[in-house]
């Protein structure tokens, strides 16, 4: 009894210590702060009420240059343009002490969970997007030196209004050595290449008969070299394919494993989801699909995993994956950003590819619900 009562104590204990270890949003209110809150924003230095900055079609705005040390607790904007899938030609990048290559480099949309080119809210404990289009973030992104943040504009039509808050901890005194680095990084497969089209549903045992151990063309949410942690991802499909885009396995391989060190059980799994995320969408604090289309080609999905619970740790390399479909047999398409913290510097990140690329639209891969010919490769 004395154990049960142990047991139950800290099962009761754990979510308090667990929230105030994560977020310190709670269990510092009663202790001293060492740090002035600054905030950069986009507001009118006249005084009037313009609040917002213009971004030109091919002009790079700086929201954030900086001095440290310093730590970022929150990000808001929101977009006014009139030009359809903003949120795909709007590149957002950040860069901590004067590094070459940016840290973070996607698609503005796609960093906020929007991988399709549009809007819808959500809530997570690090992302949120509410009404009316109000982006959020609550990573904490720190910096000793120098922290910059742009915004470039790779679509054809000006940014009216650009808003934008920006919430910063300024530290008096350097931060720890070890302060590992806040990073994300987009990728995409349009589309990724299944090894068949030849397939008449899911089910089939054609399909379910292949094997993958090795984690052969899966799709690669991140692969990174150096000391950190991964903590999530954000992830859209846009279905080239009739049926249910999931059944790919999640496996994650750790410091140069050949095998995965981690292997899932299947897409909804992984997102913490199941069988085909039933009947509507959902949002939480850890996980979510915020946007469930599932069935024919056409169909579009969002979904979401932040490990903030147990971040993935690795000291030399670090590989996400995630099959698309069962051993890779489906061709949708898929538009994805990795959220981790490492040392730096980084390893080079892929290219971003150019605006048209970037786009959402359904391409001819063949298979069920798709008119295109020949076999995917």
Same mark, same amino acid.
């Given at each position: ?241 009739? +049926?249910? =885009? !999931?059944? /790919? #396995?999640?496996? &994650? ?6 095998? $995965?060190?981690? %292997? ?8 913490? +989801?199941? =069988? !085909?995320? /039933? #009947?509507?969408? &959902? ?6 699909? $915020?946007?469930? %289309? ?14 903030? #619970? ?68």
């Amino acid at each position: 009894m004395r154990n049960l009562r142990f047991l139950v104590l800290m099962f009761c204990l754990v979510p308090l210590t667990f929230a105030q270890e994560l977020s310190g949003l709670m269990g510092n209110l009663t202790r001293p702060q060492d740090y002035t809150l600054k905030r950069v924003s986009s507001w009118d230095p006249t005084g009037g009420n313009v609040d917002s900055r213009k971004i030109p079609a091919g002009a790079t705005l700086t929201v954030l240059d900086e001095p440290g040390p310093g730590v970022i607790t929150h990000i808001w904007c929101t977009i006014l343009s009139t030009e359809r899938y903003h949120l795909k030609k709007l590149v957002l990048r950040m860069y901590w002490d004067d590094e070459a290559t940016p840290s973070v480099e996607t698609p503005i949309g796609d960093f906020f969970g929007q991988g399709l080119g549009e809007y819808f809210t959500y809530q997570s404990m690090p992302l949120a997007v509410g009404q009316v289009r109000a982006l959020n973030s609550f990573f904490p992104m720190p910096f000793q030196r120098k922290a910059r943040i742009t915004v470039t504009n790779e679509g054809a039509v000006e940014v009216r209004c650009f808003f934008f808050n920006i919430d910063y901890r300024a530290y008096r005194t350097p931060l720890p050595a070890d302060t590992l680095y806040f990073h994300a990084q987009y990728r995409q497969a349009t589309p990724n290449h299944g090894w068949t089209n030849q397939w008449a549903d899911d089910g089939d045992p054609y399909v379910n008969g292949k094997k993958n151990l090795s984690g052969e063309d899966n799709y690669v949410w991140l692969e990174a070299k150096g000391r950190g942690h991964y903590v999530g991802v954000t992830m859209s499909v846009l279905q080239n394919q009739d +049926g249910w =885009w !999931g059944e /790919g #396995d999640d496996m &994650f391989f750790v410091d140069g494993d050949q095998l $995965p060190t981690i %292997n899932g059980t299947g897409s909804e799994d992984y997102f913490l +989801g199941a =069988w !085909g995320f /039933g #009947d509507g969408p &959902f949002s939480f604090e850890f996980f979510g699909a $915020p946007v469930k %289309n599932v069935g024919i080609a056409g169909s579009r999905s969002s979904v979401y995993r932040f490990h903030l #619970d147990s971040p993935i740790p690795f000291t030399k390399s670090f590989r996400a994956t995630i099959e698309h479909g069962h051993a890779n047999h489906r061709s949708d398409n898929y538009f994805s950003v990795a959220y981790w913290y490492q040392s730096e510097p980084h390893a080079p990140f892929p290219a971003l590819p150019p605006v048209d690329q970037r786009l959402p639209r359904i391409y001819l891969v063949g298979g069920p619900g798709n008119g295109g010919s020949g076999s995917a490769k």
